[in-house]
């Protein structure tokens, strides 16, 4: 049980480049979440999906667009990449919606920095 | 007005102390509230969360919750170097949104 699977951890892109980053579950869960986590700041959702086929903008989505195609993938797909989307992203499932559980499980991250 | 809000610290600790770390909050309804921890480096993971007014404790973490004066508190007895850490607190801000406060760290000094 592998959990939450983020690839790649790490990623250097060029300005107006574009890319994509995977996440995959394990679990079984349907909630699946993109965060991104700014130097000494909290984390902010950038999307979200209750299950495959439904996805929802969250706090900060633009530049990014998702896909949920199946209940274990949740890629994330920045566009035309900007020095202000330089940071770290966190991959997240819970099985039912986080109020009743509070329980998020994360992936380890992916750094990226756009140069 | 931030939704969660958290002194940033960072907040240092004798070994064998108290640590106390606090949050407050802006909806006043608001109904549950989480603690997570965030090791350098690492993916936050759930270590408390609280639903009603007053105290739930879990091993050496107790988290309270005052919703007359908006805030939440853990605390943290007999505090390890193992505690070091970032703690994030987090509380529900709209239907599907779970708002971070920018966390506050905490450094155990052996």
């Known amino acids: 049980n592998a959990g939450v699977t983020q690839t790649p951890k790490f990623r250097i892109l060029k300005i107006g480049q574009s890319m994509t980053l995977q996440c995959a579950q394990d679990m079984n869960h349907n909630y699946m979440y993109w965060y991104r986590q700014d130097p000494g700041m909290g984390l902010k959702l950038i999307y979200y999906?209750?299950?495959?086929?439904?996805?929802d903008k969250g706090e900060v989505p633009n530049g990014y667009n998702v896909s949920r195609s199946t209940t274990e993938d949740f890629p994330l797909r920045l566009e035309l990449a900007a020095p202000s989307q330089t940071s770290v992203y966190f991959c997240a499932s819970s099985y039912v919606e986080w109020a009743h559980t509070g329980e998020l499980f994360f992936g380890e991250g992916s750094r990226l920095t756009v140069l | 007005q931030k939704e969660v809000e958290q002194n940033s610290g960072p907040l240092s600790v004798p070994e064998g102390a108290i640590a106390s770390l606090n949050c407050t909050y802006s909806d006043r309804g608001s109904q549950s509230f989480f603690w997570y921890r965030q090791y350098s480096g690492k993916s936050p993971e759930l270590i408390m969360f609280?639903?009603?007014?007053g105290d739930k404790e879990d091993g050496r973490f107790t988290a309270q919750l005052n919703k007359a004066s908006q805030y939440v508190s853990l605390l943290i007895r007999d505090s390890q170097p193992s505690d070091s850490a970032t703690y994030l607190c987090?509380?529900?801000?709209?239907?599907?949104?779970?708002?971070f406060g920018t966390g506050t760290r905490l450094t155990v000094i052996p």
């Open positions: 999906s209750v299950g495959a086929g439904i996805t």
């Open positions: 609280i639903y009603s007014n």
């Open positions: 987090a509380a529900p801000t709209g239907a599907n949104n779970l708002f």
